[in-house]
């Protein structure tokens, strides 16, 4: 039996939804994990799978699919789909373990190829993706934002940092980095991607323009 982690487009007006071999599978399917049913159902559906596919939502209160889920799908041997709400599921997105799940149970993990914006963002920004890290969000509590700030600008000397805020305090961050960071150090926003607004802009930081942000999720690296 065989699990598909299916990638998900990162906006729903990217012209870049269509990944090569993604419809056929899906079509292919009955069984889906799903983020959320009502923006998984209409994407689906456009790809042609039917409106009888079962989709089991994710619990964030219990960060995990429903026990439910799992014995419905992999106690019936039955082959199914991991679609979350953008990009690659278990990268920076819940997935991981129906991934695991999958593993132990002897199914076939295959992956399709498709967006992650951590990845896409790297390879846009102009900075070294040999060597990287993937922070995901800062605190928020003042003290300690401001000394994993720190930590991040440190290790952006050595190697590229990622990290990611919500499009609600990514305006935040950027003035923070902006004012805080060292000025040689080079930054790179990754606003709302494979959209027709966004962008990708790298500058040192001291010699950053005026960047207002929409709102949207927005990805930051650092590095040298």
């Known amino acids: 039996m065989r699990l598909y982690v299916l990638p998900a487009p990162l906006s729903r007006q990217s012209p870049y939804w269509a990944y090569p071999g993604w419809a056929e599978v899906a079509k292919s399917l009955q069984h889906f994990f799903v983020e959320r049913a009502a923006r998984a159902r209409p994407l689906l559906e456009r790809a042609g799978v039917s409106a009888q596919a079962e ?37 920076a997105d819940p997935g991981w373990s129906v991934v695991r799940r999958a593993h132990a149970e002897g199914y076939t993990v295959i992956p399709l190829a498709g967006p992650s914006s951590i990845t896409l963002a790297l390879a846009a920004s102009g900075l070294s993706g040999q060597r990287f890290t993937f922070w995901g969000y800062p605190p928020i509590e003042k003290k300690a934002r401001k000394a994993f700030l720190q930590q991040v600008y440190a290790a952006a000397r050595e190697s590229t940092q990622i990290l990611m805020e919500t ?57 040298t």
């Open 55 to 91: 989709l089991y939502e994710y619990d964030p209160a219990r960060g995990d699919w429903p026990w439910e889920a799992y014995t419905q799908v992999f106690g019936q041997r039955a082959p199914a789909g991991l679609l979350t709400e953008a990009g690659l599921p278990g990268v």
């Open 167 to 223: 499009p609600a305090r990514s305006p935040q961050l950027l003035e923070e980095i902006l004012s805080q960071a060292p000025r040689t150090l080079l930054l790179c926003v990754a606003h709302r991607l494979t959209e027709e607004e966004g962008f990708v802009r790298t500058y040192p930081v001291g010699q950053w323009p005026p960047t207002p942000l929409t709102k949207g999720p927005t990805l930051f690296l650092l590095g």
